[in-house]
């Protein structure tokens, strides 16, 4: 059952924090000298393609889908870490991406990040205290040592870090997993920010470890009003943490709503796939065995009309030709000609 708030459950009021629009981030292949004389056309991996979403105030959005769906590459764009091609990003009513390096560097206070690897993150040189002190330090919020000391001591507490002297003057490699990603999330909350993004933030940690951090982040959430796209390719962290679910497959979205409803009635057949997959699950196996068959498409080429079509098992020829919009309720959608059919 996903452990929500009472507040949390009121995301259908909340005004969007963050919305994309026709999100396209495409990286170029790099082609050899052959074909650059040649005159190839310029190929391009099709990373993120045409996307929209809005995640809502104080609530937990989650991207989930298989790797090389665009997850990743959609939260790096959404903080404007990579460049999209088409688009655009607009953060509490502002758009991002125009925004000039200073007025970014102003904007990055309200918008950060936890990556997926703690020790890869942070620096190993530096103590635990210098690492949650710098961000301070380069935007001039605590100005003296005793401020910042002051400022690290109560972030280490609000992560469970306790008591905080035990843990100042320590380096990354001192430290377990679990105090790692803990370490990461205060540096990410030093700035008080309003929109964090997730990208599987527990995905290398022991399983005993994963429900304390997942668990961490929903007390923060509702401790500092904060807003969270959390990025995983597993459904039952999804399921546990989200208000909100979007799968995403080669760029696109194929299906979005509330946890409950994305879980536990699935319109998309590469959902129910997803779900089959998971471990304990009372979903049809032979359906994730049948997908699975097939070769995932190169992001490169993109197949024609619905981009899951060659691996669906009820794929038709409407499928292969015409790629079909986000269909269903109003607030439980599918990008299949065949909602409620299947």
């Not at 000298?33 to 929209?52: F, I, Y």
């Not at 003057?169 to 001192?174: G, L, R």
């Not at 194929?254 to 994305?262: H, L, W």
Request: charged share 25%; aromatic share 6%.
């Amino acid at each position: 059952m996903a452990m929500l708030s009472d507040e949390a459950r009121q995301w259908k009021l909340e005004e969007p924090i963050i919305a994309v629009n026709e999100l396209k981030v495409w990286f170029p292949v790099r082609s050899s000298a052959l074909s650059g004389l040649r005159r190839k056309p310029e190929r391009h991996v099709h990373a993120v393609d045409g996307l929209n979403l809005e995640v809502r105030k104080r609530e937990i959005f989650c991207l989930a889908g298989e790797s090389g769906s665009g997850k990743s590459t959609t939260g790096l764009a959404m903080l404007r870490l990579v460049s999209p091609i088409e688009g655009s990003v607009i953060f509490k009513g502002e758009e991002i991406l125009v925004l000039k390096r200073n007025q970014m560097k102003k904007a990055r206070r309200w918008m950060q990040m936890i990556s997926q690897d703690p020790y890869a993150s942070l620096n190993p040189h530096m103590t635990v205290f210098e690492t949650i002190a710098e961000p301070l330090e380069i935007h001039g919020i605590a100005k003296s040592r005793k401020e910042r000391r002051g400022r690290v001591i109560e972030l280490l507490e609000n992560v469970e870090l306790t008591p905080p002297e035990n843990f100042m003057n320590k380096f990354p490699h001192e430290l377990s997993g679990g105090q790692r990603q803990r370490v990461v999330i205060a540096a990410a909350l030093a700035l008080n920010p309003e929109f964090l993004v997730a990208d599987e933030p527990v995905s290398m940690l022991d399983l005993s470890i994963r429900a304390e951090i997942l668990n961490l982040l929903l007390t923060l959430r509702d401790k500092f009003s904060l807003t969270i796209l959390f990025i995983t390719h597993d459904l039952s962290v999804a399921y546990h943490i989200a208000d909100r679910i979007a799968i995403m497959y080669l760029g696109k979205i194929m299906e979005i709503g509330s946890a409950e409803d994305v879980i536990n009635k699935s319109l998309h057949p590469y959902t129910k796939a997803l779900i089959a997959a998971v471990p304990g699950s009372e979903s049809k196996e032979k359906l994730w065995k049948k997908i699975t068959k097939a070769e995932i498409p190169s992001a490169v080429n993109v197949p024609s009309g619905c981009r899951f079509h060659d691996r669906c098992p009820y794929s038709t020829d409407k499928c292969k030709a015409q790629e079909p919009e986000l269909v269903g309720s109003h607030d439980h959608l599918a990008a299949c000609h065949y909602v409620g059919q299947i």
